[in-house]
């Protein structure tokens, strides 16, 4: 994948958040790596892979991000406004899965004709997994500047349980399926 910037808001075992970002500067090439653990060599970012050599850089959490623990699920919420371009990635940790994906959208300002509203998603997302490492990541990939909010409940699955996309062909709820 290609894109003007990655930031990775990656929580920790114990609800903790580290954010990591590229340099806005250039495009740069990326993968998330959903066949095989982590070596000593990768990354704090693994299962994410930056596969041009562009540098990965710790950046600071907002006030806004917040991220709780319970006993068995992770509650995670954050306030974005990003430029079109941006890739932002939620890495989850060892075998949290996303149980619910609740979307924010802030107001939008009035223009064009007078009282008429329109809308256009700003962006796409989609759920990758590991299912070597057992780490999960929700990708949203931004194509016009935005600002919306996101709030998502984790619940923590046993290895047997974690979803392995590898070895499988499914249909997803979003699929389209064009046939003559």
């Not at 993968?31 to 990965?56: C, N, Q, Y």
């Not at 959490?61 to 709780?68: K, Y």
């Not at 490492?133 to 047997?160: N, R, S």
Request: aromatic share 12%; hydrophobic share 35%.
């Amino acid at each position: 994948m290609y894109t003007k910037l990655l930031v990775i808001q990656k929580i920790n075992e114990d609800a903790s958040l580290n954010l990591f970002r590229t340099d806005y500067n250039k495009p740069i090439q990326w993968s998330f790596d959903d066949s095989r653990r982590k070596k000593a060599t990768d990354k704090d970012i693994f299962p994410f892979e930056i596969l041009d050599g562009s540098k990965i850089y710790p950046g600071h959490n907002g006030p806004d991000a917040s991220c709780s623990l319970t006993e068995n699920q992770l509650i995670y919420s954050e306030d974005f406004g990003v430029l079109g371009g941006t890739v932002i990635a939620v890495l989850f940790p060892r075998n949290y899965i996303p149980d619910i994906i609740k979307f924010n959208d802030k107001p939008k300002m009035p223009v064009g004709a007078a009282g008429i509203l329109t809308s256009t998603s700003p962006g796409q997302f989609e759920i990758k997994y590991n299912y070597e490492q057992k780490q999960c990541a929700i990708i949203f990939h931004i194509f016009t500047g935005t600002l919306y909010g996101l709030k998502c409940i984790a619940k923590q699955v046993p290895d047997t349980e974690f979803p392995d996309s590898t070895t499988y062909v499914h249909d997803e709820v979003n699929d389209v399926t064009l046939s003559r």
